[in-house]
């Protein structure tokens, strides 16, 4: 069972998990808070042990074991305009990122547009979901799945699944790494607008991919070419022969 008090005293934000839920099973903490009216704070954290449809991007699916690692969403309410949903979304596996390297000194890498990695294994997901009213972007919801104490995942995976757990050779504690991840991701959604290009910098020198040739698979297409840069509104840059075109959504692998 999560300590709710351990959490709370390293806990150094401002707004993000000042108003925190705790529901032991859900279906998806970011269906609940998207679909919630009541829970309007800007800032509020859900946190489950269970989800019984944990999502992640395109209908693919999110699963933990209960009680061993964080499955949680963040609501944020404020208008956001698009460029700085990229920068909500790099930002938080680079808040996760750099929590890990803080507490456990473990390498982190990144995946455009979000995975985690430990050792090339898949330690944590995210998934935001938005809600506009005209141009801006009035609601996100920013989900994390994130695998800290969990010892072994079945099943078939695009990416080997890791925890925390098994790269850092004991078990850590959930509340220390819940508060770390909030304090570190306010920092980076207080900068969304006006501190993006250092928030981006931080991404990227954590980015194995960049210079490589790349494929990103989307629904409609794959394209191929060099992973170029990352922009400053957030886009992926792929540079093909002398043309360079953002790109916004797929799957990015090494060809
Ligand atoms: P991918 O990791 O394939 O690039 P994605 O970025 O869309 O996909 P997410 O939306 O973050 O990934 O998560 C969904 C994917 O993660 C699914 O492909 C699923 O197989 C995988 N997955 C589900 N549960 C876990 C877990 N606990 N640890 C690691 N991976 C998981």
Not at 191 to 206: E, F, M, T, V
Not at 229 to 244: A, H, N, P, R
Request: charged share 25%; hydrophobic share 35%; with cysteine.
């Amino acid at each position: 069972m999560l300590n709710i008090e351990e959490f709370d005293i390293k806990l150094d934000t401002d707004f993000i998990g000042r108003n925190f839920v705790f529901i032991e099973q859900l279906e998806s903490t970011n269906s609940f808070l998207m679909e919630n009216e009541f829970y309007q704070e800007n800032g509020t954290v859900v946190i489950s042990e269970y989800q019984s449809q944990g999502r992640g991007r395109r209908g693919r699916e999110w699963n933990s074991m209960p009680g061993q690692n964080l499955t949680f969403s963040m609501l944020l309410v404020r208008p956001y305009r698009p460029p700085e949903i990229n920068v909500l979304n790099l930002g938080a596996s680079l808040a996760i990122a750099q929590s890990i390297e803080n507490l456990y000194q473990l390498k982190v890498n990144l995946k455009w547009p979000n995975d985690v990695l430990i050792d090339n294994k898949k330690v944590a997901g995210i998934l935001l979901d938005s809600a506009s009213q005209g141009d801006r972007v009035s609601k996100v919801v920013v989900g994390m799945g994130i695998n800290v104490n969990q010892s072994g995942f079945e099943g078939e995976f695009l990416f080997q699944p890791t925890s925390i757990r098994r790269e850092f050779g004991q078990e850590v504690s959930r509340e220390r790494l819940l508060s770390e991840i909030l304090n570190n991701y306010e920092y980076i959604v207080k900068g969304s607008r006006y501190n993006a290009h250092k928030i981006l910098q931080d991404w990227k020198s954590r980015c194995k991919l960049l210079g490589e040739k790349i494929q990103i698979v989307s629904e409609k297409e794959t394209k191929y070419g060099i992973f170029d840069d990352i922009d400053e509104e957030g886009y992926l840059v792929l540079k093909s022969g002398e043309d360079y075109e953002r790109i916004s959504y797929g799957d990015v692998s090494l060809r």
